[in-house]
């Protein structure tokens, strides 16, 4: 029992130190050792705007509008709005816009974003797809930002970078950490050679590189530019291509959504076995160690708690392991008692750290559960 307890102890601990600070750490000394600049250049090719929407009755005159303001040139742009089943107002809203550039693409019956995403580009005229979602506001130079990196040939596909506004409260603010962290592991990745995900808010790509998605799939912003990296090309960040969104401010608000998200990784690998070939897949380490060790991470978490708690008393380093996750979860508890002290630091990373690792686990369980998942 004292064997399988130290290793559980420090096999978990081993994994989670690499998935959270190893792994980071390696790709920024990677980046900053062997960086990959990027070529970029002034061309400006012919663009194709892709939003997919369901109900987005609310959403769709503000986007077109945010569309229109992008600081590009007018005539090398179109837009395709493919609404996807949408019971709302959607439709005829997005008709009464006058913009000759826009074409809408209405579905009668509802068959999932990746679905109207093949319909849109299938229907595209211009050399380079400009993936968006519905709900962000896209910054003025977003575009020009994009494409600038696609002058360079080696360059497939390019990311741009989220932006949280109005994050007031702590859960949100926790969020917010997170996701910078998140996009600090992303800048290095793409430094070094290729980012393994974009952000589905914000990402172009060449038109010719792109493939059909399955249908029903969940993560459209990892499998495909998992696919431009197979195929050769790399796949980069670009911070100065800006979105912005609005953060969660509650748990209960992220909890759907995310559970979701992640339950789409494990969809990923069903859809596409080859992302665990390392001889199939050229960004192998990058993807293990980004993706999958992190939708393990919750049970290397509950691994390590129950080593430390076998061999409490053997050492007290075992004792100092367990009393730390201990610690962890009584700050959650404490911000969930007291919403007022969730702003210190500490704690609202910790709130974050919880819930982003409770909702991997319950994504597990929603996969095990439904492996056809919900189509947005």
């Known amino acids: 029992m004292t064997q399988i307890a130290w290793l559980m102890c420090w096999i978990s601990a081993g994994l989670l130190v690499h998935v959270f600070v190893g792994y980071p ?11 990959l600049p990027v070529a970029r250049g002034a061309a400006q090719p012919s663009v194709t705007v892709v939003v997919a929407v369901h109900d987005g009755s609310r959403l769709v005159r503000a986007k077109l509008a ?4 992008l600081d590009y040139p007018q005539d090398r742009v179109d837009i395709i709005l493919a609404c996807d089943g949408c019971t709302d107002d959607t439709v005829a809203v997005a008709r009464r816009d006058t913009d000759p550039r826009l074409r809408v693409l209405a579905f009668a019956h509802r068959r999932g974003k990746a679905a109207c995403l093949n319909d ?5 005229r211009g050399d380079v797809i400009l993936f968006t979602d519905i709900r962000q506001r896209l910054a003025p130079g977003a575009l020009r930002e994009l494409v600038a990196n696609l002058a360079d040939p080696t360059v497939g596909a390019v990311g741009g970078e989220l932006h949280m506004e109005n994050v007031r409260g ?3 603010q926790g969020v917010d950490f997170y996701w910078r962290y998140e996009k600090l592991i992303r800048r290095s990745e793409a430094l070094s050679g290729s980012t393994i ?14 493939e059909r998605l399955p249908e029903g799939t969940v993560l459209d912003d990892v499998l495909v530019p998992m696919r431009v990296a197979a195929r050769g090309f790399r796949v980069v960040f670009e911070p100065r291509a800006i979105a912005w969104d609005q953060p969660s401010q509650h748990p209960d ?3 759907r959504r995310k559970i979701r998200t992640l339950a789409g990784n494990y969809q990923l690998v069903q859809l596409a076995p080859w992302l665990l070939l ?5 960004l192998w380490f990058r993807f293990v160690s980004h993706k999958l060790l992190r939708l393990l991470a919750p049970w290397l978490i509950v691994g390590f708690t129950l080593g430390c708690g076998l061999l409490f008393t053997r050492h007290p380093m075992y004792a100092a392991g367990f009393s730390g996750v201990a610690v962890a979860t009584a700050m959650v508890g404490v911000a969930r008692l007291r919403p007022a002290l969730g702003r210190w630091f500490p704690l609202r990373v910790a709130v974050a750290f919880f819930y982003l ?6 994504a597990l369980l929603a996969f095990a559960r439904n492996r056809r998942l919900h189509l947005w």
């Open 25 to 35: 750490l390696i790709m920024g000394c990677w980046a900053r050792m062997r960086p």
């Open 66 to 69: 945010n569309l229109r303001a």
């Open 120 to 124: 849109a580009v299938a229907q595209a």
């Open 170 to 172: 702590g859960f949100a």
């Open 197 to 210: 995900g974009v952000s589905g808010a914000l990402y172009a790509m060449r038109r010719d590189l792109f």
């Open 253 to 255: 608000d992220e909890r």
């Open 278 to 282: 390392p001889w199939s897949n050229p």
């Open 357 to 362: 690792n409770l909702f991997a686990a319950q």
